[in-house]
């Protein structure tokens, strides 16, 4: 699913557990280019539902899945306190 609107946020502090970076290894998947598209707003392989509440999250504050590679049980999430103004 990608996101419909054109808002973006800065990441925070990134982390990965030694499973996540193992299954972006073994599918050759960059870890820059999955962060680039989580914070551009492009949520991935995720339901309506989880697509509709990372939007909601980018207006208040709350949490963001992206499907990075859920086939394998890989996921991004985040937390957002609350966005920059401007």
Not at 16 to 25: D, H, Q
Request: aromatic fraction near 4%.
């Amino acid at each position: 699913m990608i996101a419909t609107n054109s808002k973006s946020f800065p990441l925070g502090q990134v982390v990965a557990t030694p499973g996540a970076i193992a299954v972006l290894e073994e599918n050759q998947e960059s870890p820059v280019t999955l962060l680039r598209r989580h914070s551009a707003c492009d949520w991935g392989d995720v339901c309506e539902e989880d697509g509709e509440l990372n939007d909601e999250a980018l207006g208040a504050a709350g949490r963001l899945l992206s499907g990075v590679i859920p086939k394998r049980g890989c996921w991004g999430i985040g937390k957002i306190s609350r966005l920059p103004s401007g």
